[in-house]
């Protein structure tokens, strides 16, 4: 009221802010810019690797061998990309690749939306002790699992095959089934209620209902599992030994020969290898960030 007083009597006086609330916006300043740079500084540290496996994919192999390095190559040879391509079946082992990771992906989503839907909206006899031992998989480090499931495999008659790399994904995951579970419980239990009175059974509320409400996890489920597949190096060396069925990890360490590696073409082919996976993160980001936040809502 003092300063409208003032102001009306004197149109010239300036209203000063006090010192507290210039002090809070100088520290509200610095924590923001702080915080930005510890981003900025986070993003350059991730980003570097990529930006130097590409400089090495555009230069000869002494000039990728040279120290101190060079980052940018004059002049860039971009026909390294197309000798890797010639060099050996790139595009047969990439179709491998999309085989298994596709395979894969589509058995994942299938198998741990039912079982998630089973253990957020079912009851039955032990669903909790169940789901426990269901998360308690994830604490199993995969070696301990290498040699039965290897035997396993071996019995059915699958080695050298691409069963062994995408079929187990169509019997569920610990990680898929908790995240899918943790979406489907925040959907109102109305909705089901609703459905049941209706006639509707549990497929038909899980097909009608859930499924087109869970496009946001799905499609994150979708990229982490075919990241997964994709990137899968240590499986395919184990189960697979004919060349017409390499999958593209195996296939780009052909570049390391017996006494050097051919750095020049293993970073153009890895380039060429993480296209897929950048232009399905660009398609699906939206749902990727929608389908984190929302499947952590609650438990």
């Known amino acids: 009221m003092d300063t409208l007083r003032t102001l009306k ?3 010239a006086f300036v209203p000063t802010t006090p010192k507290r609330a210039v002090g809070a916006t100088a520290l509200y300043i610095i924590q923001r810019l702080g915080l930005h740079a510890i981003v900025w500084l986070g ?3 991730m980003v570097l690797p990529f930006l130097w496996m590409f400089s090495t994919s555009l230069k000869t192999q002494g000039a990728a061998m040279a120290y101190p390095p060079v980052w940018i190559p004059n002049p860039p040879l971009w026909s390294n990309y197309i000798d890797v391509v010639n060099r050996f079946p790139f595009g047969l082992f990439a179709l491998n690749s999309l085989k298994i990771a596709t395979l894969g ?3 994942q989503l299938a198998s741990t939306s039912l079982g998630a839907y089973a253990f957020a909206r079912m009851n039955f006899p032990g669903r909790n002790v169940l789901f426990v031992i269901l998360l308690a ?3 199993i480090p995969g070696n301990v699992t290498m040699i039965p499931t290897f035997v396993l495999f ?4 699958w080695l050298n095959t691409h069963y062994p790399l995408f079929v187990p994904s169509w019997f569920g995951g610990a990680f898929g089934t908790f995240l899918v579970r943790q979406f489907f419980r925040t959907i ?3 909705y089901n209620d609703a459905a049941s009175i209706d006639g509707a059974g549990h497929l038909r509320i899980f097909a009608s209902i859930y499924l087109p409400l869970a496009k946001p996890v799905l499609a994150t489920l979708a990229l982490f599992t075919f990241m997964n597949h994709w990137n899968e190096f240590l499986l395919p060396v184990i189960y697979l030994t ?3 069925k390499m999958t593209l990890t195996v296939g780009l360490s052909y570049f390391q020969l017996q006494y050097t590696t051919l750095y020049h073409y293993l970073m153009a082919g890895t380039v060429l290898s993480t296209i897929p996976i950048f232009v399905m993160f660009i398609a699906l980001q939206k749902y990727f960030v929608r389908g984190i ?3 952590g809502l609650k438990g």
């Open 154 to 157: 071996n019995k059915f008659g």
């Open 242 to 244: 004919d060349q017409d």
């Open 188 to 190: 109102p239990q109305d």
């Open 105 to 107: 992906t589509i058995g």
């Open 9 to 11: 009597t004197n149109p």
């Open 137 to 139: 998989t994830l604490m």
């Open 43 to 45: 993003a350059i540290t």
């Open 293 to 295: 936040v929302m499947s």
